[in-house]
């Protein structure tokens, strides 16, 4: 069954083009926080009062269910999360577009994102440990 994701994951292009540019988005705007790895030790994780989370580790810490609504609401802002004094930046006014489009939570509700945040969300999800 877990081959049967990778295989529609693999046949559908658009999805490896998104996590494509997810990883490039999340190279320019996230990294510097999270890191590299995306284990959260960045270059400015010690100057935070919230440390980073570990990107990876969002699912396993979700009890295996990639936190779809929950990621895209703390980069968006509609969940802000206070780590050096004030909320996180939230991306959502700088990855605002004219383009929304609907990404999927896995109990298949949709949630309205902009392309960007989605390509960084689909990127996320792919990484998980």
């Not at 693999?10 to 999805?15: C, D, E, G, Q, V």
């Not at 988005?25 to 440390?51: E, F, I, K, W």
């Not at 939230?90 to 999927?104: A, H, K, S």
Request: charged share 15%; net charge negative; with cysteine.
């Amino acid at each position: 069954m877990k081959y049967l994701g990778l295989l529609a994951f693999l046949a559908a292009p658009a999805f490896a083009q998104d996590a494509e540019i997810g990883a490039d988005l999340y190279l320019r705007h996230c990294a510097t926080c999270h890191g590299l790895n995306l284990d959260g030790r960045g270059p400015m994780a010690s100057a935070l009062l919230v440390q980073p989370t570990n990107l990876r580790a969002l699912a396993a810490n979700n009890d295996g269910v990639f936190p779809t609504a929950r990621v895209v609401y703390r980069i968006d802002g509609r969940d802000p999360l206070v780590s050096h004094g004030s909320d996180m930046p939230v991306w959502g006014p700088f990855f605002d577009e004219t383009q929304n489009r609907p990404i999927r939570t896995p109990a298949g509700q949709p949630i309205l994102t902009t392309t960007s945040i989605a390509d960084l969300v689909v990127f996320l999800e792919s990484v998980q440990d």
